[in-house]
T-cell receptor
Framework: AQSVTQPDIHITVSEGASLELRCNYS??????LFWYVQSPGQGLQLLLK??????LVQGIKGFEAEFKRSQSSFNLRKPSVHWSDAAEYFC???????????FGTGTRLKVLA | DAGVIQSPRHEVTEMGQEVTLRCKPI?????LFWYRQTMMRGLELLIY????????DSGMPEDRFSAKMPNASFSTLKIQPSEPRDSAVYFC??????????????????FGEGSRLTVL
């Protein structure tokens, strides 16, 4: 079955610390991979996407993600977290053959001052 | 550039009342999605339109839910009659999906800010 797993429901980090949010997927076709961020009371905003090519992709707000096909993972990273990064983060997968996106259940990030 | 615009942002209504949520997608996008977000079920796809035509409504919970897209710049999601279990945040998203023959290519989704519905 196709699925996206975000194993961490909540993560707390101190401001200035590094961050890694995990995402694993199970998908039969070539995956298109996305990370979205949702601030309280807001819609989802695209952070970055992977379609093909370089497996390390850069996004907005200093985020990056690495696609590892062998591990079926697309983890999101940031070297130094800012208080404004506190939000919920969603990993999603689509494919060239479908309009359907599968979203993970989200990881809520808390940043300590 | 204007993003996806949804209205109302908040709606509080009583059980049995009709609710209409509205969405204006990004100009030039050919695909529109309605999602529902709850704590229990996360993000659920309700319906997908391509070029104003409903392609997949398998996520619509029941006949009380209906959606229309009369033109490329407007869509509505209607719940009639509403029930307390319909309380959720409803998101509209648009995208530019590229097609090659029979193949549809997934593009990035642009979400509106959502409509928070509370049914008492």
């Amino acid at each position: 079955a196709q699925s996206v797993t975000q194993p961490d429901i909540h993560i707390t980090v101190s401001e200035g610390a590094s961050l890694e949010l995990r995402c694993n997927y199970s998908y039969g076709a070539t995956p298109y991979l996305f990370w979205y961020v949702q601030s309280p009371g807001q819609g989802l905003q695209l952070l970055l996407k992977y379609f093909s090519g370089d497996t390390l992709v850069q996004g907005i707000k200093g985020f990056e993600a690495e696609f590892k096909r062998s591990q079926s993972s697309f983890n999101l990273r940031k070297p130094s977290v800012h208080w404004s990064d506190a939000a919920e983060y969603f990993c999603a997968v689509g494919s060239p053959g479908t309009y359907k996106y599968i979203f993970g259940t989200g990881t809520r990030l808390k940043v300590l001052a | 550039d204007a993003g996806v615009i949804q209205s109302p942002r908040h709606e509080v209504t009583e059980m049995g009342q009709e609710v209409t949520l509205r969405c204006k997608p990004i100009s030039g996008h050919n695909s529109l999605f309605w999602y529902r977000q709850t704590m229990m079920r996360g993000l659920e796809l309700l319906i997908y339109f391509n070029n104003n035509v409903p392609i997949d409504d398998s996520g619509m919970p029941e006949d009380r839910f209906s959606a229309k897209m009369p033109n490329a710049s407007f869509s509505t999601l209607k719940i009639q009659p509403s029930e307390p279990r319909d309380s959720a945040v409803y998101f509209c998203a648009s995208s530019l999906l590229r097609t090659w023959g029979e193949t549809v290519g997934a593009g990035e989704l642009f979400f509106g800010e959502g409509s928070r519905l509370t049914v008492l």
